[in-house]
């Protein structure tokens, strides 16, 4: 076993400690290695990089909740509007196509009407 972390683990802290944001949830860029690590670096690779990374994600974990407790209710509130606008512009949009095409309907439902009629008669 060894005592001091492998060569990779050495560049990833230095990487940590000069881009964290690389190393954040979702903009992840080198979770493949560190998923390498973990399963086959010894303690002292383990240690040290959880360590590192322990800093990074408890820093965006309160990133993450002071903007919540600053923005969250009115972020809701006004994703909750979006989405209500939104479905109201499509229903909207959905009766204007059926007036303009409800004239193109009624030929159609006829004609259907008519093959299904001479259809029947047949069988």
Do not use: C
């Amino acid at each position: 076993m060894a005592d001091e972390p492998h060569a990779v683990v050495r560049l990833l802290l230095k990487r940590i400690e000069s881009h964290p944001e690389e190393f954040k949830r979702g903009r992840y860029r080198w979770a493949d290695i560190v998923k390498e690590v973990d399963m086959f670096g010894f303690d002292a690779d383990t240690d040290a990089l959880d360590a590192a990374l322990r800093d990074v994600r408890l820093t965006e974990a309160h990133e993450e909740m002071m903007e919540e407790l600053l923005n969250g209710e009115d972020r809701r509130r006004m994703e909750a509007e979006y989405e209500s606008s939104m479905a109201i512009s499509q229903l909207q949009q959905l009766q204007q196509l059926q007036l303009n095409t409800s004239h193109l309907n009624a030929p159609i439902t006829s004609a259907a009407t008519s093959i299904i009629s001479q259809q029947l008669k047949r069988d």
